[in-house]
């Protein structure tokens, strides 16, 4: 079901709303209240609902010919290699580059400068604010239609430019070209546009960064390499007494406690540090470069709440920032004594989060390969920590991914291998049983050939031994197929976990194919 996000007067948007509306999983829908005025004078109701003055598109507007019309304007505009929104090799290269958005920044960035048109936030000096910020709603939710329409084929889809100047001409021309503005109304290019749209890169990525590293993806996938290091680990590394008494923090006990809950019976990782293997005993003689990474993996594997608790509480409080942040308000008064906005309260935040999801990247892909990643920390401008943040996400993204690929690997191996172990001794038992009944036949055979078993009794009799043996029978196959359930039955409880990572890690659902 699509969620529908208001913009209007009063709203708010949350981080979790920027990243559905990024994905294609809600749309917007603009309200104008009917006092919305201020000062108790209505001018502003009255602006509001004097659409035609401004030849923008109000809510009585928003019909079928509009949302066609904004369609056609888009597909005309990503065709023209001119322009950033082409679906061509070089336009996906300028993307690499950072001069143009995603597609996904594209509609958060609309959306966010929607919304602060919409509640007033900017003094724009005699331009019909609502009037604009209708028409970029509009704007946004014809992009998520065409998305849906030609999913095939499209390549990276609508990217507008990263940089405000260029991006106010794109919104612009798009406008003007379906008709919406009728030339009247038009996106400012001053220096709130620019920001809007930083804001919106960053708070795009720190959504994505908050849903990969909740304990319900990042703990519980790196529990799949503990149990692909089992040997070499023990589960008193992540006791209650290692966390909840000796380090209290609150992030290292919960995923501690995420990852007890999933090892928990499991066969492959020790109970207590006793019975570990060493690991100089995991890599052939004279493969020093192997024994140390594999040590590596072991140390990483055995400290994941040590980083991964911190690391997830830090985005956290990056988000709750950055959400507060691009509900703000801000100024396009070029006055000297308005008030200069200043993004240090966004730098730290994304640098805190940056550093994060570094150490997230760090773990996992150290925990598999047993080497880190050379990332660099982005520092300076809000810019090019934006940019890093948008790497880094993405590289977190795949080192989960390719950490889900290994665990899911060996798992498959080890039910296979458990599987084959059942199915030969039932074999070996089966054979037993033939031979036996064999033997116990000819026994028979050679005491009375011709003799009926059920001579003498009553039909009554016949159908109550007939009727128990049934069931002997029936208990003993239902045993059988428990057994053979037993092998095969963590392939589903495998697939249905991954199954919950389709909107975090849409490609880990391709990794894992059950057994048959």
């Known amino acids: 079901m699509t969620q529908t996000i208001l913009i209007g007067k009063a709203r708010r948007i949350t981080l979790d709303e920027v990243y559905a509306l990024s994905c294609g999983e809600a749309k917007l829908e603009m309200t104008i209240p009917s006092d919305s005025g201020g000062g108790g004078d209505g001018e502003a109701a009255d602006d509001a609902n004097q659409t035609g003055k401004c030849g923008g598109v109000g809510a009585e507007n928003e019909d079928e010919e509009s949302s066609l019309a904004l369609i056609a304007a888009l597909k005309n505009l990503s065709l023209n290699s001119t322009t950033t929104t082409a679906t061509t090799a070089g336009a996906k290269d300028a993307a690499a580059r950072g001069e143009l958005l995603s597609e996904g920044a594209t509609i958060a960035s609309l959306a966010l400068l929607s919304l602060t048109l919409s509640q007033g936030r900017i003094i724009r000096g005699g331009d019909c604010a609502i009037q604009l910020s209708s028409a970029l709603v509009d704007?946004?939710?014809?992009?998520?239609?065409?998305?849906?329409?030609?999913?095939?084929?499209?390549?990276?889809?609508?990217?507008?430019?990263?940089?405000?100047?260029?991006?106010?001409?794109?919104?612009?021309?798009?406008?003007?070209?379906?008709?919406?503005?009728?030339?009247l109304i038009a996106v400012e290019d001053k220096p709130y546009t620019g920001r809007l749209i930083l804001l919106a890169r960053v708070s795009?990525?720190?959504?994505?960064?908050?849903?990969?590293?909740?304990?319900?993806?990042?703990?519980?996938?790196?529990?799949?390499?503990?149990?692909?290091?089992?040997?070499?680990?023990?589960?008193?590394?992540?006791?209650?007494?290692?966390?909840?008494?000796?380090?209290?923090?609150?992030?290292?006990?919960?995923?501690?406690?995420?990852?007890?809950?999933?090892?928990?019976?499991?066969?492959?990782?020790?109970?207590?540090?006793?019975?570990?293997?060493?690991?100089?005993?995991?890599?052939?003689?004279?493969?020093?470069?192997?024994?140390?990474?594999?040590?590596?993996?072991?140390?990483?594997?055995?400290?994941?709440?040590?980083y991964h608790g911190p690391a997830r509480e830090a985005i956290i409080a990056a988000c709750k920032t950055m959400e507060l942040e691009m509900n703000c308000s801000e100024s396009s008064s070029s006055e000297e004594d308005s008030v200069e906005v200043d993004d240090t309260v966004a730098l730290l935040a994304c640098k805190f989060a940056l550093e994060g999801v570094i150490a997230m990247i760090n773990g996992s892909v150290t925990r598999v390969e047993g080497t880190t990643t050379t990332m660099e920390n982005a520092t300076g401008t809000l810019a090019e920590l934006a940019t890093g943040l948008e790497a880094a996400v993405k590289e977190l993204q795949s080192a989960l991914e390719n950490e889900a690929k290994s665990g899911c690997v060996f798992i498959t191996e080890k039910l296979s291998e458990k599987e084959a172990e059942l199915k030969a001794k039932e074999n070996e038992k089966a054979k037993k049983r033939a031979d036996a009944a064999a033997s116990e036949g000819g026994t028979t055979a050679n005491n009375a050939t011709d003799k009926d078993e059920f001579d003498g009794m009553s039909e009554a009799q016949k159908a109550k031994i007939l009727k128990k043996r049934a069931e002997k029978e029936a208990k003993a196959a239902a045993k059988r197929k428990a057994k053979e359930d037993k092998a095969s039955g963590g392939q589903a409880a495998l697939s249905s976990i991954l199954s919950g990572y389709r909107r975090s890690l849409p490609n880990v659902i391709e990794i894992h194919q059950p057994i048959g």
């Open 139 to 183: 704007l946004v939710n014809a992009i998520l239609l065409l998305r849906e329409e030609e999913t095939a084929g499209r390549g990276a889809g609508v990217m507008l430019p990263a940089n405000g100047t260029e991006f106010a001409s794109a919104v612009n021309a798009l406008l003007l070209q379906s008709n919406q503005n009728g030339g």
């Open 204 to 306: 795009l990525m720190l959504a994505q960064a908050r849903l990969l590293s909740s304990k319900y993806v990042s703990d519980v996938l790196s529990s799949l390499s503990v149990e692909r290091l089992g040997q070499y680990l023990s589960l008193d590394a992540y006791s209650t007494q290692n966390y909840d008494e000796l380090r209290p923090h609150r992030g290292c006990i919960e995923s501690a406690s995420v990852l007890r809950a999933c090892l928990q019976g499991s066969t492959l990782v020790n109970v207590t540090r006793k019975t570990v293997t060493s690991a100089s005993s995991g890599a052939a003689d004279g493969q020093s470069n192997q024994l140390l990474l594999l040590q590596e993996s072991i140390k990483y594997s055995k400290t994941i709440p040590q």
